[in-house]
């Protein structure tokens, strides 16, 4: 079993950056990939960003690419997104979620998943 617990969210101006961290607890962090979702009022949950188990690849949906970095510190047991230009169509509930495999794009493709944390970026 593994928990997750995200933090970071806000509201924010347009143009400004945030960061989400999601810690991990329970079976070994560094045994899973890594990835961060977000869903919008009246909207899917939709990828984001997504980092393999040692961090030496990384996703990215096309809407955040060249805006948003995911990492992690296995050390520390968190993965983070870091959110630079934030956009008001980045409004959403961000999730942070953990795949026993090879991360991927899908939901299905992970196990377990945080609460989520609010990101609410104004014009």
């Known amino acids: 079993q593994v928990q997750l617990v995200e933090s970071g969210g806000g509201l924010v101006q347009a143009g400004v950056s945030l960061r989400l961290s999601c810690v991990a607890s329970g079976r070994t962090f560094s045994s899973y990939g890594m990835g961060w979702f977000r869903q919008a009022p009246g909207k899917e949950r939709e990828f984001v960003a997504a980092?393999?188990?040692?961090?030496?690849?990384?996703y990215y949906a096309d809407s955040v690419k060249g805006r948003f970095t995911i990492s992690r510190d296995n050390a520390k047991n968190t993965v983070y997104l870091q959110m630079n230009s934030l956009k008001p169509e980045d409004t959403a509930v961000y999730y942070c979620?953990?795949?026993?495999?090879?991360?991927?794009?899908?939901?299905?493709?992970?196990?377990?998943w945080g609460q989520g944390t609010q990101v609410t970026v104004s014009s």
């Open positions: 979620a953990a795949a026993g495999g090879f991360p991927t794009i899908s939901r299905g493709g992970y196990d377990y």
């Open positions: 980092i393999n188990r040692s961090g030496g690849s990384t």
